[in-house]
């Protein structure tokens, strides 16, 4: 389900206030793959409630480049809130997910291997109220640039 940053802190305060753990990651989530969804399901094991921050259109390009992203941020944000792991979905579109993470206050906060404590950004802001940083493998040869280097290879030895 998507949810505004407007909404998002009194979700996670009422759910909270139930018992839930929530557990946060964020991401592109451009051209959804086998990797993306075991990320997701790992992530989601780490507590009750899943809350994915996608990255805004504007903000994909601005990490990836001008000719991403593949997907538009609604389409994005309908795939991934259709899987069993990811219960809420919001839009943000800062460089980092500092601001969001501060809305949210996750328990648990996830992010893929490829990143350490010392590189990730956000880590500190979860450590300075007691919250978790956990890494998940990343699955082998399983990325969206991957893919679509898959398809403009194709398409090459179509044409050619």
Known sequence: ????????TDLCRILRAGGARIVFTNGCFDILHAGH???????KS?????????????SV????GPTRPINSELD??????ALKSVDYVVLFGEKTAESIIAK??????VKGGDYTLDTLPEAKIV???GGRVEFVDLVAGRST?????????????QRG
């Open 46 to 58: 780490f507590g009750d409630v899943l809350v994915l921050g996608l990255n805004t259109d504007a």
């Open 76 to 81: 994005r944000a309908e795939v991934v809130g």
């Open 104 to 109: 949210v206050r996750p328990d648990v906060y």
């Open 61 to 64: 390009r601005e990490n990836k």
């Open 37 to 43: 969804v075991r990320y997701l399901a790992k992530a």
């Open 1 to 8: 389900m998507l949810i505004s940053q407007n909404d998002i």
């Open 127 to 129: 450590q300075s109220y």
């Open 145 to 157: 640039t991957n893919v679509i280097e898959k398809i403009r290879e194709e398409m090459k030895g």
